[in-house]
């Protein structure tokens, strides 16, 4: 059973209101990994800062 076999197996067996939680959580998971993507997009651009001026000029 892959992963994704199992994990859906044992989301079915749980209440409505846990089942929320578990999409709570996993929404959180995705925006902190966002989060952290922007952040660290964030300090490229001003670590790069003349240089990205250059290039647009």
């Not at 989060?35 to 003349?50: A, G, T």
């Amino acid at each position: 059973m892959s992963m994704a076999e199992e994990l859906l197996r044992n989301f079915e067996e749980l209440s409505d209101d846990k089942k929320r939680e578990v999409f709570d959580f996993v929404e959180f998971l995705k925006s902190k990994t966002s989060k952290e993507v922007y952040k660290m997009m964030d300090m490229i651009i001003e670590e790069n800062k003349p240089a990205l001026e250059e290039l647009g000029k």
